[in-house]
């Protein structure tokens, strides 16, 4: 056990739990409609404290157990034979627990910006938990936990390359949240604006600075890659930032703060795979191309497309972690081979277990909530609750 590993994990794990609570929660309520925005905070504080329990109970031991290639297996279920003096690495396996357990939730919440305004709050939790351990969970064995997509695997030596999440979090949240957004249906109004672009900044701010756990808390250790994985990941957001709103002032003739702060999700998620094997000048590079890219995204799917990805989960996210995972390739850090067809197994194991896991919860509860609900507003539909009360 180092003590500075330990220190620097027990800090990036409170850094990621910072990016869904309040930063991710911010940057979806302000896009939505004031009557929405509760709504917004309420699906990702439950997915945040549901997520805690289901990892706590199967998530981890699937993830991170030690059965074999495809799923981890129920061995450290309720972390079964961890304590305090247990070791993983160099760090204190009950850490290594918790750090992985803010990726765990941070993944279903990023999917409620496909379905947010017209999901009901049932459903949210009962497909968030089944596809954290059913999706989630197996994915990331295979790739972190020593599965057969990882080192050793079925590419050979050298496995797929995914330092902290392009193909774990990031496709799998993107590809979950298209399809999902097809299965619901498009809004009864598609047209009003965000309602608070200053909650969109505040929130974006929250999660570039977590985001410095999420990507240098990936090395689990307190050394060099940490420290270039923190910078790498600056300079994308700040590239991605920059080249969506110049993009936007050639489009539209002027750039916006909404425009400009998804330009920083964009640059954030497309090198968050990559932040481990790359430095800053090949940063720079796919934080530019990515500001770009993952705009066209939106158009192409918003405006030619017509699917109804409320908050463009795929466009930013989806297309995003692709586009960084390829890169890695690219810069020669990793063989296309394990890198293409990593993406391709898990994108289409991602979305055949998300269309069933999502059909089978709907028999359960309601997928969608009726259409005096979604007029009215979930927050006081669905909570009784208002986020603006102006005659007080």
């Avoid at 439950?46 to 059965?67: E, H, K, Q, R, T």
């Avoid at 495809?70 to 079964?80: D, H, Q």
């Avoid at 394990?338 to 089978?360: D, E, F, H, N, R």
């Amino acid at each position: 056990m180092n003590a500075a590993d330990t220190a620097w994990i027990i800090v990036a794990t409170a850094l990621v739990l910072f990016m869904t609570l309040p930063g991710l929660a911010l940057f979806y309520g302000g896009l939505v409609r004031a009557r929405n925005v509760l709504s917004v905070f309420m699906h990702c504080f439950a997915i945040a404290c549901l997520m805690s329990i289901l990892w706590l109970a199967v998530g981890y031991s699937i993830a991170f157990g030690d059965s074999g290639a495809y799923w981890g297996g129920f061995g450290k279920a309720f972390l079964n034979g961890i304590d305090a003096t247990a070791v993983r690495g160099t760090l204190p396996e009950i850490l290594f627990f918790a750090f992985q357990m803010t990726f765990a939730i941070i993944t279903p919440a990023l999917i409620v910006g496909a379905y947010a305004e017209r999901v009901g709050f049932g459903f949210v939790l009962l497909f968030s938990g089944l596809w954290m351990i059913l999706v989630y969970a197996p994915v990331a064995h295979w790739i972190w936990g020593g599965g057969f997509l990882s080192d050793g695997g079925i590419f050979g030596e050298t496995g797929a390359r995914d330092f902290a999440g392009g193909v774990v979090v990031h496709e799998t949240a993107g590809l979950a949240a298209i399809l999902l957004a097809l299965m619901i249906r498009p809004r009864r109004n598609r047209t009003t604006p965000p309602h608070n672009p200053g909650y969109v900044m505040i929130g974006a701010g929250m999660l570039w600075v977590g985001w410095f756990g999420f990507n240098g808390g990936s090395q689990l250790a307190a050394d060099g890659t940490a420290a270039m994985a923190i910078t790498v990941t600056h300079i994308s957001a700040a590239a991605a930032s920059l080249t969506w709103a110049l993009w936007e002032r050639v489009k539209f003739g002027r750039a916006s703060v909404v425009g400009l702060v998804t330009g920083t999700i964009a640059g954030l998620a497309s090198i968050t795979p990559a932040s481990g094997y790359v430095g800053p000048v090949a940063a720079l590079i796919i934080g530019g191309i990515a500001g770009i890219l993952c705009q066209e995204a939106v158009s192409l799917i918003r405006d030619r497309l017509r699917i109804d990805d409320t908050l463009d989960v795929f466009a930013v996210h989806g297309v995003g972690g692709i586009f960084g995972t390829i890169m890695i390739a690219v810069f020669g850090a990793a063989s296309w081979a394990a890198q293409l067809g990593t993406l391709v197994i898990v994108g289409v194991y991602t979305l055949v277990g998300t269309w069933i896991i999502a059909k089978a919860a709907s028999l359960v509860v309601s997928m969608r909530v009726d259409a005096e609900t979604e007029t009215n507003g979930l927050d006081l539909s669905a909570h009784g609750e208002r986020a603006y009360d102006h005659a007080s």
